[in-house]
């Protein structure tokens, strides 16, 4: 009997283990999200990956700053503004010698004279095919044939600098005269029978340097080199006075040695009136070799 007590309980044993096991692993796999509380610790590693979804994806901030960066066409817009402060100064220059300077855009329009081969015209314009431009004060025109004229641009200088060069292409063409009566007697006193029709280079130089930006320059080239402040050869700029020496001058000594004077326009180009008329041109290397000293005002 007690054997068959210890059989029968050895038996129900058995059973009762054999499904405790085969449930314990489906309720392994049904019971995972009531795992310890300590199981989910590891979830923070999430975002982790966060960063590199927002460099791929930015936010509507991220997104402003990149424009900003790379502004839209009309946002650029504006920027002409330091470009036109930097435009150059266009030129007409005079490709065969005595090129007719006439009172009107036709070759049925009398000649207010002759431009020099090399020389450079003022710029104001182009009607049909011719420029306009200003000869001896006045309104003029030439052609504009390629193989007549061609142009020729130089760096502006400043306000004061490119007021005072325009009065000095209005006069381009005007006779040169020596001694000719200045505008002021140096302080600002107007002289009587002065006419803008004739100047010789001081004259010229103290005309356009009143007209142009009130400055006052002295009578003649001996007194002019003195105003200012000197600059050497490699340091001169736009707007610059040039002062040289000459034929009849070279061997005297002190400012008895100067005897002409040039606003320079760059690119080794001068306004002055020496001989003929005033006029535009390079410094050839005989003026050069005669070069005195430069002032800025």
């Known amino acids: 009997m007690r054997n068959g007590l210890r059989i029968a309980a050895l038996a129900g044993a058995i059973l009762f283990s054999l499904p405790f096991t085969a449930c314990?692993?489906?309720?392994?796999?049904?019971?995972r999200p009531s795992l310890p509380e300590t199981d989910?610790?590891?979830?923070?590693?999430?975002?982790?990956?966060?960063?590199?979804?927002?460099?791929?994806?930015?936010?509507?901030?991220q997104t402003e700053t990149h424009e900003e960066r790379e502004p839209l066409p009309e946002e650029t817009a504006p920027e002409p503004e330091p470009e036109q402060g930097a435009q150059k100064e266009t030129y007409l220059q005079v490709l065969v010698s005595g090129l007719n300077v006439r009172t009107g855009a036709g070759t049925q329009f009398s000649s207010l004279g002759?431009?020099?081969k090399g020389t450079l015209l003022k710029c104001a314009g182009k009607n049909g095919n011719w420029y306009e431009t200003c000869y001896c004060g006045k309104q003029a025109y030439v052609s504009a044939e390629a193989k007549y004229i061609a142009t020729v641009t130089l760096e502006p200088g400043s306000e004061k600098t490119e007021k005072i060069i325009e009065e000095g292409l209005r006069l381009l063409g005007t006779p040169y005269v020596?001694?000719?009566?200045?505008?002021?007697?140096g302080n600002g006193r107007l002289l009587k029978n002065f006419t803008a029709a004739q100047f010789d280079c001081s004259s010229l130089m103290q005309y356009i340097f009143y007209k142009g930006a009130n400055i006052l320059l002295d009578v003649t080239t001996r007194t002019q080199i003195k105003q200012g402040t000197?600059?050497?050869?490699?340091d001169i700029r736009r707007g610059d006075?040039?002062?040289?020496?000459?034929?009849s001058r070279k061997n005297k000594t002190g400012i008895e040695r100067v005897g002409h004077v040039a606003l320079y326009l760059g690119e080794n180009y001068i306004l002055h009136t020496a001989s003929d008329f005033a006029k535009i041109e390079q410094i050839t290397p005989l003026r050069k070799s005669y070069f005195l000293e430069a002032r800025r005002l």
């Open 241 to 247: 006075l040039l002062f040289f020496t000459n034929a």
């Open 114 to 116: 002759q431009a020099d």
């Open 24 to 31: 314990g692993k489906s309720e392994e796999l049904y019971e």
């Open 230 to 234: 000197s600059v050497a050869w490699k």
């Open 40 to 61: 989910f610790p590891e979830a923070p590693a999430l975002p982790e990956t966060l960063p590199e979804e927002q460099t791929e994806t930015p936010s509507e901030e």
């Open 178 to 185: 020596y001694g000719a009566v200045r505008l002021h007697d």
